[in-house]
């Protein structure tokens, strides 16, 4: 016969397992390690800067006719991180990592170039104001596959699962475009550009 102690023990260990339970779904983290930071039905997750309201069509993240960034509220050190990309004629936009919640344009982190057509140089895959490159493997109206590895001081930029560079970041670098450790950001860089996220998703890695 169970004693009142022993059923509220009961219980008790019954919520903490129906909690975990719950987690593990909302996480949804794949056998091989990857989590979806994007359910594809709304912005769980996520945080709009200057007041700026993203929604999502068809599943999509698509950025809003407005200047925004879409911060995640998770942070992660180091990690590979992929999101299916397509862009319209003309549209920029971003991703950074290492970064922190700002209401503009954010002053920490690092920002991987998304742009192919628009009047910046500047195209996808670049680190910007870092590595610059002024071409790029994506076209628009296409969906590709823009995947970023950071692990220590080490960043590997792919594009659809071909290698553009790795970049080391050299020793005693000061101010906020460093690495460090943050949130994920997409931006929306202007009115003008209409840019489309999905199968956003990280794979956090060992320190």
């Not at 998304?114 to 140089?121: I, L, Y």
């Not at 596959?145 to 000061?174: A, C, M, R, W």
Request: with cysteine; charged share 30%.
């Amino acid at each position: 016969m169970r004693t009142p102690r022993s059923r509220l023990f009961l219980c008790l260990a019954l919520i903490l397992s129906a909690g975990a339970l719950s987690f593990a779904a909302d996480e949804k983290k794949s056998d091989d390690g990857w989590v979806s930071l994007f359910n594809g039905k709304d912005l769980k997750g996520w945080k709009a800067s200057e007041g700026v309201e993203w929604k999502i069509e068809d599943g999509l993240i698509v950025t809003p006719p407005k200047r925004s960034h879409l911060f995640t509220d998770a942070e992660y050190k180091n990690f590979e991180f992929k999101a299916d990309v397509m862009t319209t004629k003309g549209s920029n936009s971003g991703i950074y990592f290492h970064t922190k919640y700002e209401d503009t344009f954010p002053n920490n982190g690092m920002e991987c170039q998304v742009n192919q057509t628009h009047g910046d140089p500047v195209k996808s895959g670049s680190l910007y104001n870092i590595v610059k490159r002024f071409e790029t493997p994506a076209k628009d109206d296409e969906w590709y596959t823009q995947h970023i590895i950071v692990k220590g001081k080490s960043i590997t930029i792919k594009i659809n699962d071909k290698v553009l560079y790795e970049f080391v970041e050299p020793e005693g670098v000061t101010g906020g475009r460093r690495l460090g450790k943050g949130s994920f950001a997409l931006q929306a860089h202007d009115p003008k550009s209409v840019v489309k996220y999905k199968n956003i998703m990280v794979k956090p890695l060992a320190d």
